[in-house]
């Protein structure tokens, strides 16, 4: 589902950056742990389709995306990836449903209503469907920035330090939410950290650095 061959990615006047291979199956977790400065969140752009690469190839469900340019590599990022980013970043002037339809729209696809209603509903925060996400708490935020992530049902769940700045009991809760909700779309599911305490839920990891 999500493969990546002698992948390569340099910063203008910097050495270039060399990944391992990765091979994630279908409906698989995973685990991408290094420590900071190491490269993870530039990794997790280039799965995302958000940096091109030096070199190498990413394959997402046998689609190279390299050969995607434009419109049609975002098209297909908002179909097929849902990335959750260390920090959520939000539409502030729409509401949280208007955030979820807009992933929607970005993506090529017309507006389920449904479906978001349905998906907010699932992580407990239906309630602020019409909330402006200012005015949503830090976990309310994780939440929707969930939600948003898994809203065009996604082949690849890509999350970016879910739980870096969390106690050892709120740690536990999203990974499983995280978990869980991948396993409610069938999603291969890849998180990116140098969160340590990670290291014993995930029986498939990825080291750099």
Avoid at 59 to 66: H, L, N, P, Q, R
Avoid at 82 to 93: K, N, P, V, Y
């Amino acid at each position: 589902m999500l493969r990546t061959n002698a992948l390569q990615f340099q910063y203008a006047g910097g050495q270039p950056l060399s990944f391992p291979d990765i091979d994630c199956k279908k409906g698989e977790n995973w685990l991408l742990l290094g420590q900071s400065g190491s490269g993870k969140t530039t990794l997790l752009h280039l799965l995302g389709g958000l940096l091109p690469p030096l070199s190498g190839h990413i394959e997402v469900g046998g689609t190279d995306m390299a050969q995607l340019k434009s419109t049609a590599l975002d098209q297909f990022r908002g179909k097929h990836i849902g990335i959750i980013f260390q920090q959520a970043h939000f539409l502030r002037a729409l509401t949280v449903k208007e955030n979820l339809a807009m992933a929607q729209q970005l993506a090529g696809l017309a507006i389920d209503h449904d479906r978001i209603h349905t998906f907010l509903d699932r992580l407990n925060v239906g309630h602020k469907l019409t909330a402006k996400t200012d005015q949503l708490s830090v976990g309310e935020k994780q939440r929707v920035a969930i939600a948003r992530a898994l809203i065009n049902q996604p082949d690849i769940i890509l999350a970016d330090e879910p739980t870096s700045a969390l106690d050892d009991t709120n740690c536990d809760e999203v990974i499983q939410l995280l978990e869980e909700q991948a396993a409610a779309v069938d999603a291969t599911l890849l998180v990116v950290t140098h969160d340590s305490r990670l290291k014993a839920k995930f029986s498939n990891q990825i080291l750099i650095g």
